[in-house]
């Protein structure tokens, strides 16, 4: 399981976040010829707080977005990765089909049932977590209608981001675990 | 509204006027000049959740912003409230953490070194304020007022 895609994205938003409070600062200290040639060159500075607040707020959301689609290409592909055993049965022909069908159909599984394979070794507060933070999720991946607020809880890319860490953590101990046995 | 939801904000409401007591306590300690000011705002979580709270900003004795904390919402994953506190420069996150303890963020074998470094150094969480701080990983350090003034320099 490779968790550097997702460990990626999250020192990217600390970069990018970074970034927006050097130039609040520049705008503040009126270091005017750092912002030749961008859209801070004409900006007001009354106008600058509410156009970076907006923008933090709209890449948070970006961000937890990003984290949670990386969090869950790694978890398909770890069961893919699984599912090749399956071209071990005999006859080999119907194994090989049947790899196929497994991997194309894992594809469409629901990512809410994928994270309950793993019941037996993610506690069920990660888990929970990490539904709410699907569905809060998908609300801003249709869009972020303020009319109609997501269910669950808001969240943070740190807590994603820790969240989808505890839950490769608590999977990978017990896999490691598992691997030992067989020795 | 249901009943156990108005008990969630009307706790809220408590937890941050102690915080904003706390903040001006800290304030008076370190003999700073300031003005402070509450002004009620309204905030819509989820369907059909729209409460009343409060923001608080401080002034300088000149009038100029200091920082204001801006209540972000209730209902957050992970914890039972959040604000943001603001300056100039950018915002910090403040988190109201129960003093539960936080479920390991590695359950694999543990060494007796995990153990020294998990039970012993991290000690108990304790109830109250804490500062979602991004760049470390699995913590959340109860709000200071030393924390407090590094985070005033952050954020300004």
Redesign the interface.
Known sequence: MNIGFVTEIYYNYLTVKNSLTVTRRSMNKKISILHRRTIFEELKLNDLNPMLKSADNELADLIVLGLFASFERQLRDEILDKSSKLQEIIPRELGERLTILAQREIERWRIGEIIDLFNFTVDGDVRGKLKQILKYRNWIAHGRNPNDLPSVPSTDPKTTYETILEFFSQMQGDLVSHENKRF | MKEVHLERIETFNKRLETLYNKICQWLDELQIEYTRQEKEMSL????NMTYTTKELDIFTKEGESLFCIVPY?V?????EG?VEL?G????E?LVYLLGKEP?P?????ESEKDKIIRKKLNGPRQEGWHW?D??I??KRPLLTKDIFMALLEKIN
């Open positions: 819509t979580e989820q369907k919402g209902w957050i994953i992970g914890a959040r603001e100039d420069s950018g915002s996150s479920s963020l590695i359950t694999e074998i979602v991004e760049r990983i699995g």
